[in-house]
């Protein structure tokens, strides 16, 4: 038996700096990653006490086939958000699910404070807090010098860091995973600063029994094979999803200048393309993945004269540059990828820091704010004043950049701009597809693109004319489902095709658990209920979600937006969620 029937959790206290594991229940029912991170959360979880109560669980979670299938290469983070202070989920790759899997355990449970900056440093054999007072303050890149120079071996070590937005409680600041991936959105990277928590690093250095039998060696030559031939994940590999821009634009889909349009030749400076010819400098993997499709670009900054540069490596992606370069027209990809790099810098989130700051241009050219609560000229294009803007938001530099930092809802309740917010649930994905990805997005879960493929539905045929409330919200259900049991496995949704229904009960039976096999979808919708069960306990109410008047006033290649099929569609999904949920 390669799997144990319960959990192996470690649950440590950052008061007392012990920790211990215990065994929990439920491989049968919850199987991990986001069943794992939801079952935590209701057994840890103080529903009825603020995020930052030193008790909440902060907690990381990996799946039944991490470690013996490719791509199956995420952690599940589940968290109480700073954001609206609710239970959330954010998911990352990098090493950090090898580096749970080779420590030993299914899940990482941190909770308490520590008394002064620490770092916490565990494996299969050792706990460690180790101070970290003199990281305290110091960004990303500094920190990550000197964090692996402070833990040993670096194949199967995971650093967990946040920078000084997460420090200063930012409820947009993520955690960064191993340099080029993140725990980006609702957070997390405040939770881990609430707790004087500047770093996390999992050193694997234990091993583990792969199945017997040939059965298991013969699939897994097939899924690799599968992902490595079909030319199915080459797209990733290739131009990764900066793709995405050129197709969007075509369509008319591409939020830009704070969605006030949707389409900009001038944006394919942008483009995939654009980006591998001007600015890649290598691709890179999670561990585990032979895909590949992190792409890392180089910011060059002049830092003596006459002729003395600094390079520094930044992975790019679709998200960040819709965020951090269309919906702030910028369209140079250096200038962009020089923003992206205070962003990686200080901790935000890339995509809620770019909304963000695009709510702010738009305020700020129509007075309702001005340079006495922006400290710098913020319209549209200003890339070097954004720059400045970025590390004010991470710092909390005056009342102003302290409530953006907290999302464009707070801002735009404080100082006006209600109707251009560009939120759904929280800062907006890079989709102007329509009416079901704005719903999805707005009442998901996760309030991410991810949640389901809305976007990919908007795109149907059959939609374009004939728009059907119960089909989409059928989709939405269903979809939602189907992703549920990839996240909980864990693995990465560029795989979702590769990962069939018929295809997992094969991984599953061959590594010893084929009563999960059997029964996966039934366990996947107990799952997704859970995790809404835990999302309507902390006073989620998708009733009252809004979606901002500039969602309605969207053109894309379908013509105007439909509200009305948008607000039936939107009131179904929140029934939906509390029928889910109770
Ligand atoms: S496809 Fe990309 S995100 Fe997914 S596991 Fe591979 S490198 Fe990571």
């Known amino acids: 038996m390669i799997l144990t029937d319960y959990f192996r959790v470690l649950k440590i206290n950052l008061e007392s700096g012990k920790g211990q594991v215990i065994h929990v229940d439920g491989r049968d029912k919850y199987i991990g990653g986001s069943g794992l991170g939801a079952h935590l ?51 990352a790759g990098g090493r950090s699910a090898l580096c749970l899997k080779f420590a030993g355990i299914d899940a990482l449970v941190i909770v308490g404070k520590a008394a002064h900056p620490v770092c916490l440093s565990l494996g299969a054999r050792h706990i460690e807090l180790k101070d970290a007072g003199f990281l ?50 609702l957070g997390a990277g405040a939770v881990m600063g609430s707790k004087n928590l500047k770093a996390i690093i999992i050193e694997g250095n234990s091993s583990f029994e792969l199945p017997a039998g040939k059965q298991y060696k013969k699939l897994y030559k097939e899924i690799y094979k599968k992902i490595t031939d079909a030319g199915m994940m080459h797209k990733y590999h290739d131009l990764g999803t900066a793709e995405n821009i050129t197709v969007l634009n075509a369509l008319g889909a591409l939020p830009i200048r704070n969605l006030g349009k949707t389409s900009d030749q001038a944006f394919e400076n942008l483009s995939g393309e654009q980006f591998a010819d001007r600015t890649l400098l290598r691709n890179m993997a999670c561990a585990g993945c032979p895909v590949g499709c992190i792409h890392v670009g180089f910011v060059r900054e002049k830092f003596m004269e006459p002729n003395h540069y600094l390079y520094r490596q930044v992975a790019y992606d ?112 890079g989709y102007a597809t329509g009416e079901t990805f704005f719903v999805s997005q707005a009442l998901g879960l996760r309030h991410s693109h991810l949640d389901t493929g809305g976007y990919s539905f908007d795109q149907k045929k059959e939609m374009e004319n004939n728009k059907n409330v119960d089909k989409a919200l059928e989709f939405l259900v269903k979809d939602e489902k189907e992703r ?49 069960k835990n999302r309507l306990a902390t006073g989620y ?27 039936e569609l939107k009131s179904a999904y929140a029934n939906k969620i509390v029928e889910m949920g109770s």
């Open 318 to 429: 679709f998200e960040p540059i819709f965020a951090l370069g269309c919906m702030l027209e910028i369209n140079d990809p250096f200038e962009f990828l020089a923003l992206l790099d205070v962003v990686e810098k200080t901790g935000l989130d890339a995509m809620s820091a770019g909304v963000a700051l695009a709510w702010a241009s738009e305020a700020f050219e129509k007075g309702m704010i001005s340079e006495k609560q922006t400290l710098v000229s913020i319209p549209f294009g200003h890339g070097k004043n954004y720059r400045i803007a970025l590390e004010y938001m991470a710092r909390c530099e005056n009342e102003f950049y302290r409530v953006l930092g907290n999302g464009v809802q707070k801002a735009a309740a404080k100082y006006g701009g209600k109707d251009f917010a560009c939120v759904l649930g929280q800062e907006m994905a």
């Open 136 to 185: 305290w303050g110091t960004d990303i890149q500094s920190s990550g010098k000197v964090l692996r120079r402070m833990s040993s071996g670096s194949g199967h070590r995971s650093i967990l860091r946040i920078g000084i937005a997460g420090e200063n409680l930012v409820a947009t600041a993520g955690i960064n995973v191993d340099t080029y991936r993140h725990f980006g959105r």
């Open 541 to 567: 109410d998708p009733s009252s979600i809004r979606i901002s008047k500039r969602f309605y006033e969207v053109e894309n290649w379908k013509g105007r937006i439909d509200g009305t099929f948008m607000d």
């Open 484 to 532: 549920v049991l990839l996240t909980s496995m864990v693995a990465c949704l560029f795989a979702r095709k590769v990962y069939t229904s018929e295809r997992i009960s094969q991984c599953l039976e061959s590594v010893g658990v084929a009563h999960i096999a059997d029964k996966q979808m039934e366990l996947a919708e107990n799952i997704r209920n859970l995790r809404w």
């Open 41 to 91: 959360f209701a057994k840890f979880g103080l529903i009825d006490r603020p995020w930052d109560d030193a008790q909440q669980p902060l907690i990381f979670a990996i799946g039944p086939l991490t470690g013996l299938f490719p791509l199956m290469s995420k952690t599940v983070c589940s968290f109480k958000s700073p954001y609206h202070d609710q239970f959330a989920e954010s998911h």
